[in-house]
């Protein structure tokens, strides 16, 4: 039939309810019509032909299969932001109490958990498979099983268990999957056993690590898989239960307050700064029975399963707002109601199915979403202050700063604001003088700083260009060092890059406690010893640029001019490093009587690599000094007095130290080691 045209002489294709035919070998169907249009609204189809009675000789009795309805499931037009639910499977007893769900890269296979059959299972999930649907166990005897994760080339899976009522035991344990692809048993052991409950697990971009959730000791826990070390990240954290991590892993977000019997308080879906370990919380009382979490590609929107009440069919599937930027953040939408013990959660790469299982019922199911449907929220728009304007003390709202800005007393970006200066602005700070009282600076070494700061703890975007770079400087007619204080970007400050610089006449010119990149910029003129404070030790010296972030990078700058170029110091060697790499590094030589040695590098008590610098005409091109770790490779160490100096040992404090491939020409001193003072040896040289 075509065009409308009556179907009289074509073959027409239609199914019936087995029920109907009842297995009849012959029946008459009294009347069929052929419709053509848009089904089934009014007025948008229409009948075409009319025929019957028709008698039917022989029937071909066929079910419709599960991919069959899948594929249908898949065309089936719906509103709102999520459709009704389609049950995968919900019979088979390998799923029992499913409760952790995990999708493969190829989207084919869902690996569930099920705590009361105790057993590790994949789905098929190939809409183009037969088998679709089917379920393969992989490992049993895994009681109580909580989630499980699979890398990607799916040869390992991480599996978290409890005690429950009928056994288990609080681990994590490794199921090695190559043997189940062979047709073998899969080998399972017990891997990491120091949790009391650990609830979720999450496995990192670079499969390096996992992040556990300790439910029983209200904790989350990074563990780097090769060393198996346990590093706790977050702690006091009131019933903890699921986890998801943005994949550049500097936030996690944690849903809390688990289900139970009766009413419990709704639980809270809590922000944790991976790198602070501050906790801070995105919605409150949001989340009724917490259960699972996953996020969206741009990381925007958390959605999360609400188990409900226990046994009672009230759970739900809800998105949340993650983005701090938006009106709505915090702000939830429900997706879908009446689950019986919605319990965790996953989103495919096109971000149109929702995967999702329910302990309760165990059941596996999925819904389709719209994302575009979520309702779009306003953006935040900051302040934008005239091209010529004076500002002091603490940001109210947002503001964005252009032209020229004049600074008479410290300015403070707390949390949750964020201060944008765009290219070409000239930040001018007051000279020797500050009209704010101090109640946010952060001391400068051992002195209390009276000077001008830019202090920030919420979010500093000051990102110029090559052709216009944003200048911070001071507000004098004769400028020289030490006139301001500086720029501080603490601990808990947004790790945003800073690019296209010049920061110059400060005591600290810019100091990161954060683990910002700082690229592009020059910073110059931070010179002598801080003679102007009594308490004052030798060590507190003018600074270029100054590391404390443990992650902090420093790349593609010119320093110059200064008493110390660069400063990294993380307080300990930890066991991620600094980076400081291709630099400009000259001419910091400058100093005052009585304190400490100019150097273009001076690194203390970090884990640190030092690459393809260029260290010029400084008094000491790079000190290592006591508990370091560092790797110099492939830098050009040129006219220094020293090139590189090496504290080895103070008392039991030692340093280790690398050097790979470096250049040394016209240093009065190549290598140095102290407290002995004496030439480094050739065979200390190696690689890393």
């Not at 008459?28 to 189809?45: D, E």
């Not at 001071?474 to 060092?481: I, L, M, N, T, V």
Request: proline share 5%; aromatic share 8%.
């Amino acid at each position: 039939m075509q065009d409308g045209l009556a179907a009289e002489g074509e073959v027409v294709e239609f199914k019936m309810p087995l029920k109907l035919i009842a297995g009849s070998e012959a029946f008459t169907l009294m009347n069929i019509r052929v419709m053509n249009g848009t089904c089934c609204k009014p007025g948008q189809w229409y009948e075409v032909d009319n025929m019957g009675p028709v008698s039917i000789a022989r029937s071909n009795e066929c079910e419709t299969t599960l991919v069959e309805k899948f594929v249908r499931f898949l065309s089936l037009p719906f509103t709102g932001i999520a459709s009704a639910p389609f049950v995968i499977n919900g019979t088979d007893p390998d799923l029992a109490g499913a409760r952790g769900l995990f999708i493969n890269e190829d989207e084919t296979k869902a690996y569930i958990v099920g705590e009361f059959s105790g057993k590790l299972s994949w789905v098929n999930i190939n809409s183009t498979a037969s088998a679709f649907g089917e379920v393969t166990t992989i490992a049993d005897d895994l009681f109580v099983q909580t989630d499980v994760v699979v890398n990607r080339a799916e040869t390992l899976a991480y599996v978290t268990s409890e005690i429950g009522p009928h056994g288990g035991r609080n681990v994590v344990s490794r199921v090695k999957l190559e043997g189940k692809m062979k047709g073998e048993e899969a080998k399972c052991e017990k891997w990491q056993s120091k949790f009391k409950q650990p609830s979720n697990i999450v496995l990192s971009q670079d499969e390096t690590k996992v992040y556990v959730v300790d439910k029983g000791q209200g904790k989350l826990f990074r563990v780097h898989l090769e060393s198996g070390k346990v590093t706790s990240i977050a702690e006091g954290i009131e019933d903890p239960f699921s986890v998801a991590v943005k994949k550049d892993e500097s936030k996690a977000y944690v849903t809390n307050i688990s289900a139970g019997p009766g009413d419990r308080p709704e639980g809270d879906l809590l922000m944790v700064d991976l790198k602070t370990k501050k906790v801070s919380p995105v919605a409150k009382s949001a989340i009724k029975g917490a259960s699972g979490i996953t996020l969206s590609a741009d990381e925007k929107q958390a959605f999360v399963t609400e188990f409900g009440h226990e046994g009672g069919c009230d759970g739900r599937l809800s998105v949340i707002n993650i983005n701090p930027d938006s009106t709505d953040f915090g702000k939830k939408s429900i997706l879908v109601t009446g689950l019986c013990g919605a319990h965790d959660v996953r989103l495919n790469r096109a971000e149109t199915l929702l995967y999702f299982v329910e302990v309760d019922s165990s059941r596996f199911s999925v819904v389709r979403v719209n994302l575009s449907r979520i309702p779009t929220p306003i953006l935040l728009t900051p302040t934008l202050l005239p091209e010529r304007h004076t500002i002091s003390g603490e940001l109210q709202e947002d503001q964005t700063w252009s032209g020229i800005v004049r600074v008479p007393g410290d300015v403070y970006v707390p949390a949750g604001r964020t201060l944008t200066i765009l290219p070409g602005t000239t930040v001018y700070f007051a000279a020797n003088q500050d009209i704010v009282a101090h109640q946010h600076g952060v001391p400068l070494h051992n002195c209390p700083n009276p000077k001008v700061e830019l202090l920030v703890d919420g979010t500093l975007l000051a990102q110029g260009t090559a052709d216009n770079p944003i200048r911070f400087t001071c507000d004098a007619e004769q400028s020289k060092p030490g006139d301001w204080g500086g720029i501080v970007l603490t601990h808990s400050a947004a790790d945003v890059p800073l690019r296209h610089l010049i920061v110059e006449y400060a005591d600290q010119n810019l100091m990161i406690f954060n683990n910002c990149i700082v690229e592009e910029s020059t910073f110059r003129y931070a010179y002598g010893g801080l003679e102007d404070c009594p308490e004052a030790q030798h060590w507190d010296v003018r600074t270029g640029l100054t590391l404390f972030g443990f992650h902090a990078v420093a790349r593609n700058n010119e320093i110059y001019g200064n008493t110390w170029g660069i400063h990294a110091n993380q307080g300990e060697a930890r066991e991620t490093a600094q980076v400081i790499e291709n630099n400009r590094i000259y001419a910091n030589n400058r100093s005052s009587p009585g304190f400490d040695v100019p150097n273009g590098i001076h690194v203390c008590c970090s884990n640190v690599c030092i690459q393809s610098n260029k260290i010029k005409n400084n008094t000491w091109g790079v000190e290592i000094g006591i508990g370091t770790c560092a790797n110099v490779i492939e830098n050009k160490f040129i006219d220094n007095k020293k090139g590189f100096v090496w504290y080895y040992e103070e008392g039991d404090i030692r340093s280790e130290a690398s050097l790979c491939n470096n250049e040394m020409r016209g240093n009065n001193w190549d290598y140095i080691k102290l407290p002995a003072f004496a030439p480094i040896p050739q065979d200390w040289f190696r690689c890393p």
